[in-house]
């Protein structure tokens, strides 16, 4: 029964996203780009293109070069609170994006009944049983619970948890898992408690398609799980949301800007909403210089806790290969 329970799931995550394999690459600013997402999907998985800060015309640059190197199926991840997120909305309707993923807060009903209307799957993410409810009758057609093991910025609750509260009340669309996963045997185990798939993202950062610099993909190499730490608050009048990554110079550095921040939110020289805009575009540029510029000792090293089990550099389709062996497997 338990079999048969794993194998329906499992097939109602490929059917929904259109693919071989129900495995999601996260969306990962600077890094889940044409190359690494077109890669993905070339595998059977299903490549999610980052949004991220991107206005309008890059993005659908990006998508158009994505279709360029793949015809399989993938996804375009769009942030909430992007200034011009009306308008990137339009875009991936125009360019006829199958999937369109939600993320960095609660999507508007507008947005989502846009998309849908244009026959857009909308996928988002669910931090807790009533929110996932709510996004179900506006109109969500999947939904994502991401852990607290997670790279990048993060939520409170860990995965383990978030799969008893939400994955077994919630069967009304197909529900992915995410947060700390990184090998085949974890997939199966998840997909047969009934998710319909899941997401990796840190997994896929040491691939070879992945255009991170190689300083970058070797700290994910040689760190283990516990380097793969959460950012402190230290005062409530700047709710900062916490952001996973390895320690190093640059935690330092972050920490000192918050405290700075804090100062001037409290002498009136700024308001909240600014002060988290500037802490926001601190880390996109802190990624960057760690992603992209390989300064690993001063950027930002987004990681998960599952950066222990990347032991190499490898192409993508072996990633997928081992992955889905695992799961046949298990």
Request: hydrophobic fraction near 45%; glycine fraction near 12%.
């Amino acid at each position: 029964m338990e079999q048969q329970a794993k194998g329906e799931s499992w097939r109602r995550g490929c059917a929904f996203l259109g693919v071989r394999h129900a495995i999601l690459g996260g969306a990962m600013s600077w890094l889940s780009e044409r190359h690494l997402v077109s890669a993905i999907s070339n595998a059977g998985g299903f490549g999610v293109l980052a949004g991220g800060g991107m206005p309008v015309e890059l993005l659908r640059s990006e998508i158009r070069a994505t279709r360029e190197r793949t015809a399989e199926p993938f996804g375009v991840n769009l942030i909430t609170m992007h200034p011009d997120l009306a308008a990137l909305v339009q875009m991936v309707v125009e360019e006829g994006v199958g999937h369109c993923i939600l993320a960095g807060g609660l999507p508007e009903q507008e947005t989502m009944s846009t998309l849908k209307a244009a026959g857009v799957k909308v996928i988002v993410f669910a931090p807790s049983l009533a929110l996932g409810q709510r996004l179900i009758r506006r109109g969500a057609d999947a939904l994502i619970i991401e852990g607290h093991e997670a790279g990048g910025h993060v939520g409170p609750v860990s995965t383990n948890v978030l799969v008893q509260e939400i994955l077994y009340q919630v069967d009304a669309v197909p529900v992915f898992v995410a947060g700390g996963i990184g090998s085949g045997r974890m997939v199966a185990s998840l997909v047969a408690m009934g998710a319909a798939g899941c997401q990796l993202g840190t997994r896929f950062v040491c691939a070879s398609e992945c255009i991170a610099h190689d300083n970058f993909k070797q700290a994910f190499v040689r760190a283990q799980s516990r380097d793969a730490m959460v950012t402190a608050q230290f005062d409530p009048i700047l709710p900062v949301i916490p952001v996973r990554a390895l320690v190093n110079k640059g935690t330092s550095v972050f920490n000192q800007k918050q405290l700075q921040l804090i100062e001037e939110v409290k002498a009136g020289s700024k308001t909240r909403k600014d002060a988290l805009l500037e802490l926001e575009h601190f880390w996109v540029g802190a990624l960057r210089r760690a992603a992209i510029d390989g300064d690993v000792e001063y950027g930002s090293v987004m990681a998960g806790q599952s950066v222990g089990m990347v032991k190499a550099v490898q192409p993508v389709a072996e990633i997928i290969q081992e992955l889905v062996a695992e799961i046949v497997a298990d």
